[in-house]
Structures are given as structure tokens and as C-alpha cells.
């Protein structure tokens, strides 16, 4: 299958609604600056689903606010409609994509325990780097290999041959499917981020996390997820071995210096938060 044929289906199967109607409605509506909170609440409130996620997620650790969140309009008080626009995203693709129907082998619980760490790390390296907005990095990290899922649903056989290469050949998922398949994840997942009109900046960021450039729209966002990508997937804590950044992009590792030099120091407390984060996130009963 060359590229063009690769496209071409993976137009035809993502033809089938994969977003909540709702999540897609408040996504396309803060797109608008005229956008009331009362609107946005109404929206939302259609699925009354979302609304008790939504609710729970404010109102967890991960948000940390004192006082008790009791309804949709507070909450977009309280976080901004663009935090609140990343919840709804957040718990909508998550039950989008739990993967039914996916590869064998290929476990969507590990995968999500995945990009919630590098969501996680994502949010703690934007907070300290004050690159980008930490809430814009947790999406962000939270999407970024959401092209792997696609594939292990709907191309098994390429799924399967990547698969097979990354045993047997000790390959990374990413280096396997260069020289097997006509498009990667990363090129999959964007294509689709694109479709559902996410903001162009989440658009580059799952394009390009394995192949930083310049002219992106967010290259802060896109060299944060990177490096997040690189340390959850190279930080072992418990071993105590050095972690291999070679593969960083040059600017981003000397712009995140600081980081990367310390990463044993605070990837500690970071790891507890992405268990709950994962707690909160993944549990099944909270799923809606
Ligand atoms: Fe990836
Ligand atoms: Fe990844």
C-alpha cells in the first residue's frame, strides 16, 4: 500500500464518528471569542456523561482547588473554558478510543498509562519551563501516539508486521514502521487531529513529536512533548541507569538543559502524580 492508498483509508474509516458529538461541538465553539460561558455550559450539559467526568476530574488532586466544584458553569469559572474544552477532550477520546477491537497484543491499558506520562511530564516541564501553557502540554502529550491506536484497529495487517519488527528486530515502534509502512503513527494520528478541527497547534505537535522542525505552530508545545516522550520512555527511576537523550532534538535538550540534568530528582514525585492521574483518567467506573 503506497501512501496515497494509505490515506485514502484511512479517510474511509475515519468517516465513522469517533468523537462524542458534544466534544466536538465544544471544541469547534471555543474557536469563537465570542463564545458565552452560559453557551458553553449548555453544551455541555447535553451529555450529562461528561458532565459527571468532568465534574469528578475538577474536582480530584489533579486540579487542586480547595472548594468543591458542584456544577459545569463553576467549573468554567474556576478553569478557564480552555482547561475545561481539554477535559471534555481529555474524557472523550480516552472513551473514544479504548480499543475494543485493537491488535492482540497491543495492551490500550499500557498504551494510555503511556501518554498519560507523557502528559504528565509534558504539564510538569511546561510549568517550569513556562514554554507553553501546562494545560495545552497535558492534552497535547495526552494525543500524541493516538495514531498507533488508529492502526492497531483498522490496518491490523501493518499493526502486525511493525509489531513483529519491533521484537524481533529490537527496533523502536517509530524506526520499524519507517522502513515497513508507507505513513507512521505520527503522520496518522495529526491526519486525524486535523479532521476533528483540534487547534492546529495540537495538529503539529502529534504531526511532527518524532521529527521536530521549525515553522510548526507551537514549537515550544512540539519540542515539550517530544522531550516528555523521550524521558517517560527512557527513565527507569527504579533502575538507577542514565537515561539516553540522544535522540533529542538539539535545540529543545539545550533549551530544557535544566530539566534533562535533574530528571532523577524530580521524576520521582512526577511518577506519583501520573499514577493518579492514571487512577482518575483510566479506572473503567469512571469512565462514562
Ligand atoms: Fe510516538
Ligand atoms: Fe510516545
Known amino acids: ?33 465570542d463564545i458565552s460561558i452560559n453557551e458553553l455550559t449548555k453544551t455541555i450539559e447535553k451529555d450529562q456523561a461528561i458532565v ?6 475538577v474536582n480530584s488532586a489533579f486540579y487542586g482547588f480547595q472548594s468543591k466544584i458542584e456544577t459545569v458553569s463553576h467549573a468554567v469559572i474556576v478553569l478557564g473554558f480552555n482547561t475545561v474544552r481539554n477535559a471534555v477532550l481529555s ?5 473514544a478510543f479504548s480499543g475494543k477491537d485493537s491488535f492482540e497484543g497491543f495492551d490500550i491499558k499500557d498504551f494510555w498509562r503511556h501518554s498519560v506520562g507523557v502528559a504528565t511530564v509534558g504539564r510538569h516541564l511546561a510549568g517550569q519551563t513556562r ?23 483498522y490496518f491490523k495487517e501493518s499493526f502486525g508486521q511493525v509489531w513483529a519488527s519491533v ?45 521536530v522542525r521549525e515553522g510548526v505552530s507551537n514549537l515550544n508545545q512540539l519540542m515539550i512533548v517530544h522531550v516528555a516522550d523521550i524521558i517517560v520512555n527512557t527513565h527507569n527511576v527504579d533502575s538507577g541507569t542514565a537515561c539516553d537523550f540522544s535522540n533529542i532534538y538539539p535545540k529543545a535538550a539545550k533549551i530544557m538543559r535544566p530539566q534533562l540534568e535533574t530528571v532523577s530528582d524530580w521524576f520521582p514525585p512526577v511518577a506519583t502524580e501520573i499514577e493518579s492521574a492514571c487512577e482518575l483518567l483510566l479506572k473503567p467506573e469512571l469512565s462514562y
Open 1 to 33: 500500500m503506497d501512501s496515497k492508498k494509505f490515506y485514502q483509508k484511512l479517510d474511509r474509516v475515519l468517516g465513522i464518528p469517533t468523537l462524542p458529538v458534544v466534544a466536538f461541538k465544544v471544541n469547534k465553539m471555543l474557536q469563537d471569542y
Open 52 to 57: 459527571s467526568k468532568i465534574l469528578r476530574l
Open 91 to 95: 474524557v472523550s477520546v480516552i472513551k
Open 131 to 153: 514554554l507553553d501553557n501546562p494545560d495545552d502540554c497535558f492534552i497535547a502529550g495526552l494525543l500524541h501516539d493516538i495514531g498507533k491506536v488508529i492502526l492497531s484497529e
Open 167 to 211: 521484537r524481533d528486530d529490537g527496533l523502536s515502534f517509530y524506526e520499524a514502521e519507517k522502513n515497513l509502512l508507507p505513513l507512521n503513527h505520527a503522520q496518522i494520528g495529526g491526519h486525524l487531529a486535523a479532521k476533528w478541527q483540534l487547534p492546529l497547534s495540537l495538529v503539529d505537535t502529534i504531526r511532527y513529536h518524532h521529527a
